[in-house]
């Protein structure tokens, strides 16, 4: 009995583990391998556990810590650092901290060909 009792302590207690993490992908608007990067910083926080951000899809995948995030939570991340997403749009001011080249709002299915990407950000 104090067997089972143990193995369904650890079995719950592993259970919580796992509802506490979870994942989501959600579109998100750029143009440049400087983009990917910066989207990606955006997500380095705590309670974010990876967030890959695939620039030929324009999908971001998260994986996260449901105590601490939420869907919305993490959209706002994306659009903190001038990015639209397909649920919220940067503000104005946000996507105009941005390079020049980053401008997808500006590039309407245009790419950022010809541009150094390796330039620091302004």
Not at 7 to 30: C, I
């Amino acid at each position: 009995m104090t067997r089972f009792l143990l193995l369904a302590a650890v079995a719950t207690a592993t259970f919580s583990a796992q509802a506490q993490k979870a994942e989501l992908t959600f579109g998100v608007s750029a143009l440049c391998g400087m983009c990917e990067q910066r989207i990606e910083a955006a997500f380095d926080q705590k309670g974010i556990f990876a967030a890959d951000y695939n620039l030929e899809t324009k999908k971001l995948h998260v994986v996260y810590k449901t105590k601490k995030w939420n869907e919305e939570s993490l959209h706002k991340l994306a659009t903190g650092v001038g990015h639209d997403t397909d649920k919220f749009k940067a503000t104005d001011e946000q996507y105009a901290n941005m390079h020049g080249c980053c401008k997808y709002r500006d590039h309407e299915g245009g790419s950022c060909t010809g541009h150094d990407h390796d330039h620091d950000e302004h």
